[in-house]
């Protein structure tokens, strides 16, 4: 094997993380590294400066001041605190286990507060937490959003804030992982996982609002727009118009009303989309002798649901697909928790035969919460379609208004023209 | 010993090999948001599992198994292939270094932040696109209208005066002790 050419060392090594290597100039990397002890120190030596370059400006951003020169037991202690914190509550998200943060390792926060909690709902026993630089604190309806915060959302639960002194509100849904800051007076938002909605005041021209995902950015002056981060990310207006940025094809498009985008392979294009919204044409509480208007889900007493939802009608592609389900309660009941899952069964068959899992929610719901779960499109036939509800086992009950209640089932769709 | 103890004192264990852990993710992913992502889920994995783990084991190398895989995680999410340094590779040489710890990090990053306050209007606004905006260098080319490759040129040449600078700092710094 060729001796790799020791002169290129500091050229590959700072372009490893300016740009991608080619497999090639990798392979001549790793040669190096191999074989090179000094290109081993630079390339450790490079990576630190590169990663602390994104530091001070994330630090920045959060017109935070730098930290102190030396890690007090105290700073310690909030750091193990705050990974402890990001346990309990991301553990509700994995686990669905109750899971409070204890008000001990909540801090005071000193980030400039950006927005203000204007709707909150977490289901007993979970949390919405907030870690900024270390610190950790619990969200509560009088919360303030400050510069920096990282928030994780468990499902089942809401949140939105508005930011301070405009009408701006951003909502999120359950699962959802954001990180919120402030880039010299422009509104800046990561949405790591989960799905966003926007409803933007004007912005001044030269400060835009921007969010970010790994795939994407989306340029904003004023409008009300979805965005779902998931394997890509999809933008969909409703109105006014965004600037959609793919990271990955390095496109650009304007997405007016009404149009929606993502950053799937191939030429960024908007496209028209609609809404369909299919209530539920019959539901029966599958064992269970309970009222009408009510569908149990008990896996102790053996109760499930059935659900069914006529697609005959439904032209073009479906993008996306979500149940969206009432959730009730019995006398003192507070909703429901555990692993809903939700199959497509054989039609007419009372849940028996063949059953493909479509969906499952793993969190609690609040009693008189909508309870919504993301379908897999693709699992979605035309016609008839009938699903089972089951539960695991070891948490609580869920009760649903059903087809004949007063907030029926519903199948919210997002169709495009094929 | 009860499983809260436990928690606490393997993250007690993460917590001192973090810097370690930080330089290992960050030189395979080069993204600086997906690595305080990956550590926060380090951390999480660490906790859901520590009445499983041998204390009479390292931790290190569990934790960098746990990093390896949350990293793949990432990629797999990403939909891309990972164009990274083997993780064997940098498994085998990035603990060794101390270069990402604190107590090696907080003065350089106090050295670094005056040495940028220091350039040229031009290249802090570069700067800003780069790591505050989080744009590419094609987009930063395009941005301000130069090639790609000069982006890279002048990038490389920024945080090569940028190191010159923190070192010359931190001498003085020494010295002065």
Redesign the interface.
Known sequence: MNKPDSTKTP?LI????????S?VE?NE??EL??SDPDA??Q????????????????L??QKII??N???TRKR?IQ??AA??A??AT??TV??SKSATISEMIASKPSATALARVSDYFVYEGQAISV?NDGHVRKLNAASKIRVGDRLVIPPGCQLSFQYLEENTEISLAGGSRV?ITD?DGAKWI?L?QGRLMADVDKQAEEKPM?L?T??AEVIVLGTTFELLAE??TRLSVSSGAVRF?S??S?QSVVVNSGCLVDSSDGPLASVPYRMVHLVSTATKSLNAPVEPQMIAVDPVRNYNGLLSFDLKDVQGKILEAKLRMRVLGRELDIGGAGDLRLYRVQPGKNGNGQRVEVSIFSGGAGRNKDLVMDLDPSLLECGENEFLLTLDKGRNDFWICSAKGPVPPMLELKVVEE | MSEAVLIETLLRRFYANQGKLRGYVFSATRDYHATEDILQEIAIVVAKKASVYDTSRPALPWFMGIARNQIQRHYRAKGKDALNISYELLEDFVPMFTSYDNDEITERQLALKRCVEKLPQKQRHIMQMRYVEELDCSQISKTVGRSIQGIYGLLKRMKNGLRKCVDFQLQQLEAIK
């Open positions: 050229d700072s372009e490893y993380y300016l740009r991608e290597l497999p990798l990397l790793q590294l191999r081993r120190l390339f450790v030596a490079h990576g630190r400066d590169e990663w602390l370059l994104h530091h001070i400006h994330h920045q951003t730098s930290f020169p030396r890690k310690k750091a193990i990974a402890v990001i346990v991301l553990g994995l686990f870690v990180y880039n990561r790591e921007r970010v790994r795939d394997k890509i940025n990271k990955n390095e």
